[in-house]
């Protein structure tokens, strides 16, 4: 096999293709022989991607627009589980996607991953304790610098309010999240149901 400039090959199998010269069904010769090939090539050193079409059983018997039709509903169909699919193994424990959002996103050990995994736990949360819950966060961190012993308390916990009032802001303007009540000034939010909150959910189990 000729090796061409290019290394990714996006290959579209027709669905109806497998049929073969078989007027229904799917010929087991047809289909080895294309397999053999895809085979071939990915040996070769190629990197394929397949999109395999919906195909009709009985497009030899239908109309030309209604086997179009309906191949292309089989297409979609398959196109959309593969997809779920692809998103599912993405979040399954040691995916690159579940350490970038454990580790990154939402660490653990900060102001926003402690609001984020918070929210993932429940419906929605107001605003006011979630603010509270970072406060204490930056409290403590301002004791691990020694930050405390040079302010008195009432500073601390006037500066600690205020960062915790920011990332709560940050959170917000991030999209990440959904507001509720004033948009200017939200009195709660929540975290959709979405990559981000099934992974802390479960990761909380």
């Excluded at 085979?39 to 395999?52: F, H, P, S, W």
């Excluded at 949360?125 to 610098?145: C, D, P, T």
């Excluded at 500066?159 to 991030?174: K, N, T, Y």
Aim: net charge neutral.
């Amino acid at each position: 096999m000729a090796r061409p400039r290019f290394k990714r090959i996006l290959l579209k199998l027709s669905g109806e293709a497998a049929m073969g010269d078989q007027d229904f069904g799917i010929e087991p010769e047809t289909v080895a022989r294309v397999a053999g090939e895809v085979k071939a090539a990915k040996d070769a050193g190629y990197e394929l991607c397949l999109v395999i079409g919906g195909g009709n059983p009985n497009a030899k018997q239908e109309k030309p627009s209604n086997a179009a039709v309906l191949g292309a509903l089989g297409a979609v169909r398959i196109g959309t589980e593969g997809a779920a699919e692809a998103i599912r193994r993405e979040e399954t424990p040691g995916s690159p996607l579940r350490v970038w959002v454990e580790s990154e996103i939402a660490r653990a050990d900060t102001g926003v991953g402690v609001l984020l995994r918070i929210l993932s736990q429940t419906d929605r949360v107001a605003v006011e304790v979630l603010i509270k819950e970072v406060e204490a966060l930056v409290g403590e961190s301002f004791e691990a610098v020694g930050l405390a012993a040079h302010l008195p308390p009432a500073e601390l916990k006037r500066r600690a309010q205020e960062a915790a009032s920011v990332m709560v802001r940050l959170l917000i303007d991030s999209r990440l999240v959904e507001s509720h009540g004033d948009v200017t000034s939200p009195d709660a939010l929540s975290l959709p149901d979405g990559v981000i909150r099934r992974i802390l959910k479960e990761g909380r189990r």
